[in-house]
DNA sequence: AAATATACCTGACTGC
DNA sequence: TGCAGTCAGGTATATT
């Protein structure tokens, strides 16, 4: 499911639960324990988590690519939704268990932030550093990073003979494009998804670095893109697949042009364009 | 070096 | 109704 702005909006919504615990009283922050089912997510939370100590508290949820990194006074946990996770709140000690619950971060005050993922591609681990964590160290830059490095973007792109849509999609790259935003912002600035990445030109990637930041924005201010699996804190629904100009379009008109959008495959993946109006 | 396949999973949907 | 096959917002690794 969830690309950047997903995961933006619920550690957004995390941190301001958070805040709204903290006024509360100091106590609220404080995670009593952290109790995990035996079913494995991408790795073995478990094993990591012997390491963390309770009671802990916390001091604030930020979004690193697609992960959720959970800031302790002692250690962080690194969160990844995979393709079908998600997080939700919970104010009672005994609320109703959900399938596929697999994470219960409890509160001292007995409320709990649950992880619940049916497919389990997620991650969840307790690390004392993340910097240097081994799926967090090698990852690129931050998209809407205002140091983010264009002329370290484009040497990358011209410098190599894959397809731009694996480009954008590779998080050494660029952080937190996923396939529907790649789709999305290819479209948007009128670049075919096949196109090598060193037929680029400097031009054609200032603006699709601009596109990439403009579609990630927007799908932010509006809350996601919820397609089946995604939902926010409370359980809302992102609405950004309404604003969706190509991703799951194929046989419908292009906005612009009106031509037939196509569906094609690239590394693997469903990619949607249009074939008139992107060169 | 890059494209492809495989692996990790469940669930929704399609076609027979 | 059931059963097989396909596909899905991700990522790492092995193979061609």
Redesign the pocket.
């Known amino acids: 499911?969830?690309?950047l702005p997903?995961v933006e909006v619920l550690g957004r919504q995390l941190n301001q639960e958070l805040i709204r615990k903290l006024k509360k009283d100091k106590k609220s922050s404080q995670i009593s324990q952290i109790i995990v089912s035996d079913?494995?997510l991408?790795t073995d939370s478990k094993k990591t988590l012997v390491q963390c100590q309770f009671p802990v508290h916390v001091l604030k949820i930020k979004r690193r690519?697609?992960?959720l990194i959970f800031y302790l006074d002692k250690g962080f946990l690194i969160s990844?939704?995979?393709?079908?996770g998600s997080w939700r709140m919970e104010k009672k000690q005994t609320f109703i268990k959900k399938?596929?619950d697999h994470v219960i971060i409890q509160f001292s005050n007995f409320e709990s932030w649950i992880y619940n993922d049916?497919?389990?591609?997620g991650?969840f681990e307790f690390s004392l550093d993340f910097i240097n964590h081994?799926?967090i160290k090698?990852?690129g830059p931050e998209p809407l990073d205002n140091e983010f490095n264009f002329e370290s973007f484009f040497y990358k792109i011209k410098?190599?003979?894959?397809?731009i849509k694996?480009l954008i999609?590779d998080?050494k790259i660029i952080?937190g494009?996923?396939?529907?935003y790649a789709s999305e912002a290819l479209f948007m600035a009128r670049i075919k998804p096949s196109r090598?990445?060193?037929k680029i030109s400097k031009v054609e990637a200032q603006n699709l670095l601009k596109k990439i930041q403009t579609v990630l924005l927007e799908a932010i201010e509006s809350g996601?893109?919820?397609?089946?699996?995604?939902f926010q804190l409370k359980g809302q629904s992102g609405s950004f697949q309404n604003q969706h100009l190509v991703?799951?379009k194929d046989f419908q008109p292009c906005s612009i042009c009106r031509n037939e959008i196509k569906?094609s495959?690239?590394?693997?993946?469903?990619t949607f364009y249009c074939d008139h109006c992107q060169k």
Not at 118 to 121: G, H, K, T
């Open positions: 499911m969830p690309e997903e079913l494995k991408r690519s697609k992960f990844h939704l995979g393709m079908s399938k596929h049916p497919r389990r591609f991650f081994p799926w090698n990852l410098s190599s003979d894959r397809t694996t999609m998080a952080v494009v996923g396939n529907i090598k990445g060193n996601g893109s919820t397609l089946k699996d995604y991703y799951g569906k495959t690239l590394g693997g993946r469903g």
